[in-house]
């Protein structure tokens, strides 16, 4: 099996090591996992299972080591759907090889566009809710009971009490941190003005490419989830720009910065308990 497998390796590389907390880091936001203290890298290729991202701005490596004072293991890069492949499957490794270590805890970043004029780019944004649009669920096909039930809540997708510390920890960091729904595309393609047009109706306020099918596989095994939106550009129509990859790259970058400070300050709330 895969994840044990690679759970084997990670043991060898990293002995005795227990993550607390996994950090999955989207498009252009990898300067986080720089930040992690005695770290010990991996290179997604060694792990059997894993998914390598053939996207720019996903290094596709694992830092294990410690971050703002407790020990987190760092996904550095993600596969999205429209990679094609198996990526459904490996996205299950990703996220079950990390429950396997010992974590309860998963925080996702992405890039995103945003549907609100007044979040513009270089704003972070608390994911509160999500609407799937992707046209697959990781989880389709035969149910692995041990990993979870066949049908499972979505009540509380994205963890309250987490989502209480992120408001705290942006709060004691100068960070504003508005709220919205994340709207999860297909691609590759930019969304069109009429589809932007639409999601705004359904209630999004945010939309990309990633990030739910790692949600769904995380509540299915029981993991406790929260998730950031780094806005890059205002979606397609509302603004005279011409959204672009580079651009997502260039704003992930810039925005980078204030994800570092805000993960710190969460963090830190985790190993004091405040």
């Known amino acids: 099996m895969s994840i044990d497998d690679a759970v084997r390796i990670i043991a060898a590389r990293r002995p ?3 993550p607390r907390v ?4 989207g498009s252009g936001l990898g ?3 720089e930040r992690i203290e005695q770290p010990t890298r991996i290179s997604y290729a060694d792990l059997p299972g894993f998914p390598v991202p053939t996207v720019a701005g996903h290094s596709g490596s694992m830092v294990l080591g410690t971050l703002g004072g407790v020990d987190v293991v760092c996904l550095n890069g993600r596969v999205h759907a429209y990679e094609g492949g198996d990526g ?7 996220v079950r090889t ?3 270590l010992g974590v309860d805890a998963l925080v996702l970043t992405n890039a995103a566009g945003s549907m609100r004029r007044e979040v513009g780019p270089g704003s ?6 999500h609407i799937n649009m992707l046209g ?3 989880l389709q096909g035969p149910n692995d009971e041990a990993w979870g039930p066949r049908f499972f809540s979505m009540r509380d997708a994205y963890d309250p009490a987490l989502a209480q510390r992120f408001r705290q920890a942006a709060a004691s960091a100068g960070i504003a941190l508005p709220e919205g729904v994340y709207l999860a595309y297909p691609g590759p393609n930019f969304e069109t003005p009429a589809e932007i047009r639409a999601f705004r109706t359904m209630g999004a306020d945010l939309v990309g490419m990633s990030t739910v099918p790692e949600v769904l596989v995380a509540r299915h095994c029981g993991l406790s989830v929260a ?3 780094a806005v890059t550009n205002l979606a397609e129509g509302m603004s005279d720009d011409t959204p672009s990859h580079d651009e997502t790259l260039a704003q992930g970058a810039a925005i980078a910065i204030s994800l570092e400070k805000l993960i710190l300050a969460f963090l830190e709330s985790l190993k004091h308990g405040v």
């Open 88 to 94: 459904a499957a490996r996205l299950r490794v990703l």
């Open 98 to 100: 990390a429950k396997q």
């Open 31 to 33: 300067a986080v996992a």
């Open 124 to 129: 972070l944004v608390l994911i509160r809710d």
């Open 227 to 229: 998730a950031l939106s």
């Open 16 to 18: 005795g090591f227990r």
């Open 22 to 25: 996994a950090l999955v880091l």
């Open 136 to 138: 697959f669920n990781p």
